[in-house]
């Protein structure tokens, strides 16, 4: 899958990234609103882990959809 079908589909994905990512806010969703590069930053805000880290996570959560 690639990153297009998430962010045109972003309202059905909300549910299955705060799954993914429970520190992730509604607001903080609402506010990403499809973006990759803003949900990596919000996970790593809330996280501390480094934005490399990050990008696996995000890569490997994109595989398994």
């Given at each position: 899958?690639?990153?297009?079908?998430?962010?045109g589909n972003w309202k059905q994905f909300k549910g299955?990234?705060?799954?993914?990512?429970?520190?992730?806010?509604d607001d903080d969703l609402?506010?990403?609103?499809g973006k990759r590069d803003q949900l990596e930053g919000k996970i790593q805000e809330h996280s501390g882990i480094g934005k490399d880290a990050v990008r696996k996570q995000v890569d490997d959560w994109l595989k398994n959809q």
């Open positions: 899958m690639d990153w297009n079908r998430i962010e299955k990234i705060k799954e993914q990512w429970g520190h992730l806010t609402d506010r990403i609103a």
